[in-house]
Each structure stands twice: as structure tokens, then as C-alpha cells.
């Protein structure tokens, strides 16, 4: 009997009633923890992967301050008007005053070997050519480290106190009677002032504008153009009636109302506070040095293109005036260029800055490309000009020309790194442009001096922009096949989360198919 009912007890029959039995309490404790487990488990992942797609979106909500500046930056939306109309005249009073004075030194040129010794000597038009390109470059040169000032003080404070300092600079050149410490009072410190209150008119317009920026930038740029314009005539002028100095002290005057015009630049996006994470009141490495930007492709390509073509940029304002008198004589109306130049330049800037809002995407390059092509055979073109009416159709084009290279700068710098790291692309690009704006002119005056003519020297200012254009080229060849490659990671990472997810569904249906499974419970 004993046999037989242990028999029964583990024959087929109670194997079948062994579902149905009630597990024990403490069986039943270790499935449901297992059950919690796997569903917190799932829960983990899928809230992982949300906040994965939220911070590559920007859309994060977490309690860092990156994340919410992050959201802020999605959220906003450009004025395109109100008081950025006001900060648009402001920087447009700051391109005319800085970059006028700096196109009008041709003028300033003559007056000044006129005043330290004579226009005949040679050795003393290389030094003093080297005042104007000394200036010029610094402006450039000084944009990187102008970039880091605008990220961590802002815009405003950044601006007003280049203005101030640009002020003293030629205030003080107003006193000098050599030219050794022009050098430093115009070549230095004037041009480090302009160079602070120059870029952060730049990049204040993209706080209030977006779908206009590329109008508002030919707006902007064009100021310069007014200036060139107007401000040979005036220093003409100023120069016969009270000299050099008194000249230097009434330029001062543009630069005190552009120090007041730098208090309207408000900034609406957020600042990018060094001490958001540390407490510390130093910057993070990241706002001193931005490596972002380097790492796009386009925009290395752009910041190394660009300079390339300005070798021979800046020498036709420098030594057209000396060449109209040399080839058409002293009484030749040569303020008449600079103006034909500063007319079209004017133009130019309001006409492609618009065209340029209508053209999508880093395509906007094709505009500098065919503006660096032009002004090289301009260049070329200035020594076979026999007659004068040649030189100022040749000056119109170079002027129309050089407006468009000018006023779309900023925006394909948003369309290559972002407005988030846009100061210190467009200053990098400045800085790199320093050294060709500098060595270009006094090069051409070395050769002018040795060949007694600015022929071949105006030839080869006109080969550097044409090599330049052609490198920009490759710029939407290497951001469309960017975008592919960015859509096909999208498209891979998709898969991989649609995957994942999959996969969660298997493992939970797997923890409930083993729950129920009795050979998991013995």
C-alpha cells in the first residue's frame, strides 16, 4: 500500500496537478520580485532612451543649467524688428565709422608723408605703409580674443568699451609729431578699440533677427559703404583747412558716438555664464577656447579659404591713390574712385544681403565664391586701364563685389557652426584674416619701389582671391555629404532604439512566460 501510493504520488497524474498547486510564500515572493525587477528594468531603459533623444534635441528638462538654456535657446523666437531696428542703426553707425576711417587711409596716407618727410622718399612710404596695414590687421587679429570678451561680458560691455578705447587711440594719435609712435597710438591702440566694437555688431543682430539677417547684414555693412563714400571728400577737406592733428581729433568724434551706440546692443539670447556648474567666477575652458567649431569640415575649409583670397584685398585702398597720380598725374580726381567703390560696395551689400535670405543653406558660399573671382580680375585689371573712365568702371565693379564678400560673412557663419558658437567662429575667421590684410600692402609698396611701377604688383593682388574662390567651392560639396551622413546615423540610431525596444518586449514577455514556468519555482 505504502508502494503503491508513492506511485501515484510521482506518476504522470501529479505531474498534471502540479500547475494547479499553489506555490508557497516564499515562492511566490521571489516571482513577484522578479516581475518588479524586470519591469523596472524595462522602465530604466525606456526612460533612458527618452532622455537620450530629448538631450540630442535639446528638449532636456533635467535640473542642470545646460538643458534649460538648452530648451530656452529652441523656444526662442526672433523679434525681427522693434528695438533690434534701433541696434541695427548703431551697428550700422559702428561699420561706417570703423571701417571708413580704415578705407579712407589713403588719404590719411598722403598727409602723412606730407607731414614726417616727403612723398618722394621711398624708404618713408614703406614705414608709412605699414601705419594703415598695421591697423587693419589688428582689427583682425585682436577677434579671437574679441570673441572670448563677447561671450563672457556680452555684447554691450564688449562694444562700449572698444569704443572707448578706440576713442583714446586717436586722440592720443592727434599728438604725436613722429611716425614711430603712430605705430602704436593709431596701428595698435586705435585699431584694438575698433576691433572690440566691430564683432559685437556682428553678432547682436543674430539676437533679433533670423529670416531677415541676411538683409539686416547688407544694412549693417553697408554703413561702411556711406562712409567710404563721404569720408574722403571730408578728410580732403579737413586736411587743407586745419591739418593733420586737428583732423585726428574731429575723426575722435565718431568714435565717442559710437561708444554711446554701443549701450543699445540688449541681448535677448542667454549668456553662457562660466560659473554655472563650478560656483567659480572663472570661465570654462570651453568659453575661452571654443573646439566646436573646428570641428566641422565646412567651416575649417571657410576659415582657411577666406584668408587665401585677401592677400591682395586690402591693396587697392591702400595704393590706388599713389598709382592714379603716378599713371594720370597729380590733378586727377582720384577721391572719385574711392567713392565709385563705396557707391557700388553700398549696393552691392543691400542687394546680395537680400538674395542671400532666399538661398538656402551654406549655398549662400557660391555668392563669396563669384565676389573673390570678380575682384581678382578687377585687381589684374586696374594697371591696363589707360584711360580714367576704365579705372572708375573697374572701381564700380570691385566696389559691387566686394559689397556682396562682406555682408553674407555672418551668415554663413550661422550656417556653419550655429548661433550658439558664432562669436568665436567669426572671430577666428577675423583673426586668421589679419595676416594677409596686413602683409598685402606693404608687399605691393616693396615692389612698387623696386620696379618703380605698381603694375606687377596690382597683377599679383589679383591672383590669391581668384585661388581662394575656388577652395570655397568645396564647402557645400562637404556639408550636403555631412547632412547625408548625419540622416543615415539618424536613420541607423532609429533602428537601433526601435531594437532596443523590441528586445525590452521580449525580455519582459520572457520574465512573464519563466513567472509561470514551474521548473522556475523548484
Known amino acids: 500500500m505504502t508502494e503503491d501510493t508513492q506511485m501515484n504520488e510521482s506518476g504522470p497524474g501529479a ?17 513577484q520580485e522578479a516581475e518588479e525587477k524586470g519591469k523596472e528594468k524595462s522602465e530604466e531603459k525606456e526612460e533612458e532612451e527618452e532622455e537620450e533623444e530629448k538631450r540630442e534635441n535639446g528638449e532636456s528638462k533635467g535640473a542642470g543649467p545646460e538643458p534649460v538654456r538648452g530648451a530656452e535657446e529652441v523656444d526662442f523666437v526672433h523679434p525681427e524688428g522693434g528695438w533690434g531696428w534701433l541696434v541695427m542703426l548703431a551697428a550700422m553707425w559702428c561699420n561706417g565709422s ?19 618727410g616727403s612723398e618722394n622718399d621711398d624708404d ?10 598695421l591697423s587693419m590687421g589688428m582689427i583682425f587679429f585682436c577677434s579671437p580674443i574679441v570673441s572670448v570678451f563677447t561671450d563672457i561680458l556680452g555684447c554691450r560691455v564688449t562694444a562700449v568699451g572698444g569704443a572707448a578705447v578706440g576713442l583714446v587711440g586717436l586722440l592720443a594719435s592727434s599728438f604725436v609729431t613722429s611716425l614711430g609712435p603712430m605705430y602704436f597710438t593709431y596701428g595698435i591702440v586705435f585699431a584694438c578699440g575698433c576691433s572690440f566694437a566691430y564683432q559685437p555688431s556682428l553678432v547682436i543682430l543674430g539676437h533679433y533677427f533670423k529670416k531677415r539677417l541676411g538683409l539686416v547684414n547688407g544694412i549693417v555693412t553697408a554703413g561702411s559703404s556711406i562712409f567710404t563714400i563721404t569720408l574722403p571728400f571730408l578728410l580732403s577737406g579737413l586736411l587743407e583747412r586745419v591739418g593733420l592733428h586737428n583732423t585726428f581729433r574731429i575723426l575722435s568724434i565718431l568714435m565717442f558716438v559710437l561708444m554711446l551706440a554701443g549701450f543699445t546692443y540688449k541681448p535677448l539670447l542667454p549668456l553662457n555664464p562660466g560659473n554655472t556648474r563650478t560656483g567659480s567666477r572663472c570661465p570654462r575652458l570651453s568659453q575661452v577656447f571654443n573646439v566646436n567649431i573646428w570641428k566641422s569640415l565646412g567651416y575649417r575649409i571657410w576659415a582657411f579659404g577666406i584668408p587665401a583670397a585677401l592677400y591682395g584685398y586690402f591693396v587697392p585702398y591702400v595704393h590706388l591713390m599713389k598709382h592714379v597720380e603716378e599713371r594720370f598725374g597729380p590733378e586727377a580726381n582720384k577721391e572719385v574712385l574711392l567713392m565709385c567703390i563705396g557707391i557700388t560696395s553700398g549696393v552691392g551689400r543691400l542687394i546680395f544681403g537680400r538674395v542671400a535670405d532666399y538661398m538656402q543653406g551654406v549655398s549662400k558660399v557660391y555668392l563669396q565664391v563669384s565676389s573673390f573671382l570678380v575682384i581678382g580680375l578687377m585687381s589684374m585689371m586696374i594697371p591696363l586701364c589707360e584711360i580714367f573712365g576704365g579705372l572708375i568702371a573697374v572701381c564700380l565693379l570691385m566696389g ?14 550661422f550656417e556653419l557652426v550655429g548661433p550658439k558658437d558664432v562669436s568665436q567662429a567669426i572671430g577666428f575667421l577675423l583673426g586668421l584674416m589679419s595676416v594677409p590684410m596686413t602683409v598685402g600692402p606693404p608687399i605691393a609698396g616693396f615692389l612698387r619701389d623696386r620696379l618703380k611701377s605698381y603694375d606687377v604688383a596690382f597683377y599679383l593682388a589679383g591672383i590669391p582671391p581668384i585661388i581662394g574662390g575656388a577652395v570655397l567651392c568645396l564647402i557645400p560639396w562637404v556639408e550636403a555629404r555631412r547632412k547625408r551622413r548625419e540622416e543615415e546615423e539618424a536613420l541607423r540610431k532609429g533602428q537601433d532604439v526601435t531594437q532596443k525596444m523590441l528586445d525590452g518586449e521580449k525580455a519582459q514577455g520572457d520574465v512573464a512566460y519563466k513567472s509561470g514556468d514551474p521548473e522556475s519555482v523548484l
Open 98 to 116: 570703423v571701417f571708413g576711417i580704415q578705407n579712407a587711409f589713403g588719404i590719411l596716407f598722403l598727409s602723412l608723408l606730407r607731414e614726417f
Open 400 to 413: 559691387l563685389f566686394d559689397g556682396c564678400f562682406i555682408c553674407i560673412m555672418a551668415p554663413i557663419a
Open 124 to 133: 618713408l612710404r614703406f614705414k608709412t605703409a605699414w601705419v594703415g596695414s
Open 15 to 31: 505531474a498534471q496537478d502540479a500547475p494547479a498547486a499553489a506555490p508557497g510564500p516564499a515562492q511566490e515572493k521571489r516571482l
